[in-house]
């Protein structure tokens, strides 16, 4: 298979995944573009990037699937799709993104027993011990919008979570009065705006947990961490530890290479 000219069809998007992907996989010469359920994503990053669908239904996204005939389809974290479109034989990719694998493991071995699926993916090095035969797929940061900004910064640490998760936070945090927390899905931040948030502290404190009760923390930089990282601003993850130095794996294009190379080998 020639290195140039696949046609990609994303299944679904995860913090914007897909959609950045796609954007520098199109950069590369490979089409790319994403169907996403409208109701599941908040902050609708692929409209950002021009090159995301928002369905109301699978009826409308099997439609348009059958009607793009894509050389690749990548699901993301959308085995139901991946289970009604198997029968297609349409070569195939699944990317793992979180609680799904994390919180039933046999989910990966469904996937396995599909016909078309020729990769696995997972998004942090965690999961890998759920899905022994899956890559890696470093998540891409688009380093261009995410960058440092030579703006007046709040001394006070921002984390943005959920409200449930709080409590949670301020217990793990030497002082919980002295943290901004805000609730990203009750006051969202437009995927555009989000590098002047970040900008607008020194610290980012990075803390993301599984919906487990109690919450478990997972060892793991969240997107928003590795952004903020971009952006020049140091991240406190779980373990307390500073992070300040994005590899080079992350840069959007790079990951997008790795991505290209895995699904033509």
Known sequence: ??????????????????????????????????????????????AYYKNTEYLDNIEQIYRIAFKSAPS????????????????????????????????????????????SIDNIFVTTEDMLDYAPKAELLVRPIDVDLFRPMDIKKQTVPLCLSQLRYFAEIRKRCRDPNGIFLIDRFKHPITY???????NSHKTYIDLKFRPTHPPTLIPELSMTGLQA????????????????????????ENSAREFIRVIQE
């Open 229 to 252: 990282i971009a952006c020049g601003i140091p991240v406190i993850g779980w373990d307390s530890e500073y992070h300040e130095t994005l590899d080079r794996s992350h840069y959007a």
């Open 192 to 198: 555009k705006n989000m590098p002047l948030m970040l």
């Open 1 to 46: 298979m020639s290195w140039q000219g696949l046609k990609i069809l994303h299944i679904g998007d995860q913090a914007g995944v897909a959609a950045l992907l796609a954007f520098e996989c199109s950069k590369l010469g490979h089409s790319s573009y994403v169907l996403q359920d409208s109701s599941i994503d908040t902050f609708r990053i692929g």
């Open 72 to 115: 690749h389809l990548i699901y993301h974290d959308q085995y139901k799709m991946a289970e009604t479109f198997d029968y297609m034989h349409i070569p195939s990719s699944y990317v793992f993104h979180g609680n799904m694998l994390r919180g039933d493991d046999k989910i990966y071995d469904k996937v396995l027993e599909l016909e």
